[in-house]
């Protein structure tokens, strides 16, 4: 949640290894709506290729049954279904996905960079003579705008030349490009990893679980994870964040404010307490000695659980291509730190038989396993009420079931947690010009829809159906940045006949399980002796203070003498 994260470290995750929060049906998270979404597995393994894309984009699915019944927050409700294929794939092909046009607008190409250094060429032309007046400076920094605005003058022409070339490329064509992206079988056979030994399910001891597909031998390497590495631990702290009127003072504590002039209000963080940790905390490998997180985002490897009886281990890859050992026995973390993609990797290997639907556990440590009998006796732990139920349990379970009206919540009110929103398109819904068979799916309800905020005013019966009248408050959708609305530019607008399918209910902003205070956040343990010793920066740390403990000590004792 990026409003949650330490200034300096806001993208934690690299920024084509995460998906925007709000795709995922996640805008309830945060208050401010800025959530990103950390997924490993296949979304993060594929690379974008618009014109060799072969695999469709998953959709975002939600399950709170994946959570821990007794201990809510310590695992993700949200996963990704499974990939389908979108063209025939041969033996040895890369599987491609497409990030969407803003992702790929958003890279920079080889190319670009010659124009911008020939802009720059151009620029310094002019403004080398200092003693030129400043309106002819000016008047030549227009003209070389305008000449690049040529470019831009014959886009649709250029455009156009594109569309029709592409209309007449042929399937042979596009099969002769996609075979550069063909490795041979003997080769993958050497150098790749199998992915195909476990599935996930339900776990026997709570929650998501990996188990066993095929039986597999002591020794075996189960998979393989590529790891994303960061140095400094603190970047899944979260920090407390408030949201205020323009009239009132940024505190002290606030470390950065994020204003927006035009509705009213700023954002702002503040750094002085640690009130929780990312929920990715508990899928990172961590060791007390150092500050270094290492996140494993192979294919089914974050569904393997914690168990004294394991039968998996983890180890520095062996002949693997994804993995640099050297990065392990030489660098330190200020030089992992300028590697800025993924090049260590972990094997995940069994260390017994292990017979096919048998689950998968390995040790997270002896650390994580006090920390976790603590949480489950403190006092403080988070517990789930057998009362409670997320919005998504309430629109499985009333899915067509009356709403409440305003004045009926007064008597009757839904849980806090809880709120009803209209769709979008119930602002523009006229029943009557519509006929009597509407479009089916004019209420349809994305992952990514949140609708507008809307009370109840009425329900009532016609030909059998009931309806709903509802004043909704709504803003212009440039500024739907957040899910809470603006101080200004709201306006709210009456609306009848309305379907029960065009309301839907919502948890607040901020009171998911993954919000609340107390939930279970632990790394899992990297055993000592994989650990190199250029990487324990907090043992140092752990020593200085151990010494100032021994001199206080000292001086007590000579006080004494």
């Known amino acids: 949640m990026y409003w949650h994260q330490p200034v300096e470290l806001q993208s934690p995750f690299r920024d084509d290894y995460y998906w925007n929060g709000r795709a995922l049906g996640m805008t309830t ?26 695999i469709i984009k998953p959709k975002a699915v939600y399950d709170d049954g994946n959570n821990l019944k007794d201990y809510p927050g310590t695992q993700s409700p949200y996963g990704v279904e499974a990939a389908k294929i979108a063209r025939p794939i041969p033996a040895g092909g890369e599987l491609f996905s497409f990030y969407k046009d803003e992702w790929l607008m958003g890279q920079v190409a080889p190319s670009d960079y010659d124009g911008v250094v020939s802009l720059l060429h151009q ?14 400076v000016a008047q030549n920094v227009t003209k070389i705008v305008q000449a690049r605005q040529t470019v831009v003058e014959k886009l649709p022409t250029a455009l156009q030349s594109c569309l029709t070339t592409a209309t007449e490329t042929t399937d042979d064509n596009i099969n002769s490009f996609s075979s550069a992206h063909i490795r041979e079988v003997s080769w993958l056979q050497e150098h790749g990893r199998c992915i195909d030994h476990t599935v996930s399910q339900r776990s026997t001891v709570g929650g998501m679980g990996a188990f066993a597909k095929h039986n597999l031998q002591k020794g075996q ?15 899944l702290n979260m920090y407390n964040i408030t949201k205020h009127a323009k009239k009132f ?24 307490k640690v009130i929780h940790h990312q929920l990715a905390l508990n899928y990172c490998f961590g060791n007390d000695q150092t500050s270094l997180l290492l996140c494993p985002y192979g294919v ?63 040790d997270y440590g002896t ?31 009333f899915a067509t079931a009356l709403i409440r009206t305003d004045d009926e919540q007064v008597l009757d009110p839904y849980p806090d947690h809880i709120e009803v929103r209209c769709h979008y398109n119930a602002v523009s819904y006229n029943a009557a010009a519509l006929g009597p068979e509407p479009p089916t799916d004019m209420f349809e309800w994305r992952s990514d829809d949140y609708g507008y905020p809307c009370t109840i005013v009425d329900r009532f019966n016609e030909k059998g159906a009931w309806m709903y009248t509802l004043d909704v408050e709504m803003w212009p959708e440039a500024k739907y940045n957040n899910v809470l609305p603006p101080v ?18 919502f948890d607040v902003p901020g009171t998911s399980d993954l919000n609340t205070m107390g939930t279970f956040r632990h790394f899992i343990e990297l055993p000592d002796d994989m650990l190199p010793d250029q990487w324990k920066d907090m043992a140092d740390d752990e020593e200085e203070e151990d010494d100032e403990d021994g001199e206080d000590e000292d001086a007590e004792v000579e006080d004494e003498d």
């Open 249 to 272: 003072p940024v505190p002290q504590s606030a470390d950065e404010e994020d204003e927006d002039e035009e509705a009213g209000f700023h954002y702002q963080r503040h750094v002085d």
């Open 221 to 235: 390497i189960i998979t393989t994870s590529p790891l994303h590495h960061f140095t400094d631990s603190d970047a």
């Open 367 to 397: 650390g994580w396993r006090q920390a976790w009998l603590q949480h489950q006796t403190g006092a403080d732990a988070a517990k789930r009420s057998e009362h409670y139920a997320s919005a998504h349990r309430w629109n499985e379970q």
């Open 300 to 362: 089914g490897v974050n569904y393997i659980n914690h168990s004294p009886e394991f039968n998996v281990k983890i180890r520095w890859a062996e002949g693997f291509d994804g993995h640099d050992s050297d990065v392990v026995k030489t660098a330190t973390l200020d030089e992992l730190e300028d590697i800025r993609s993924p090049t260590l990797a972990f094997d995940y290997v069994a260390t017994r038989d292990i017979e096919a639907g048998e689950e998968l556990f390995i």
């Open 123 to 136: 620029v310094g032309r002019v403004v080398q003579d200092a003693t030129v007046p400043y309106l002819y």
């Open 488 to 505: 200004k530019e709201v306006r709210r607008v009456l609306r009848t006949d309305i379907p029960r399918e065009a309301l839907r209910f």
């Open 29 to 54: 998270e945060s208050a401010t709506g800025t959530v990103d979404a950390f997924c490993p597995g296949w979304v993060s393994l594929l690379n974008c290729h618009a014109n060799s894309a072969n």
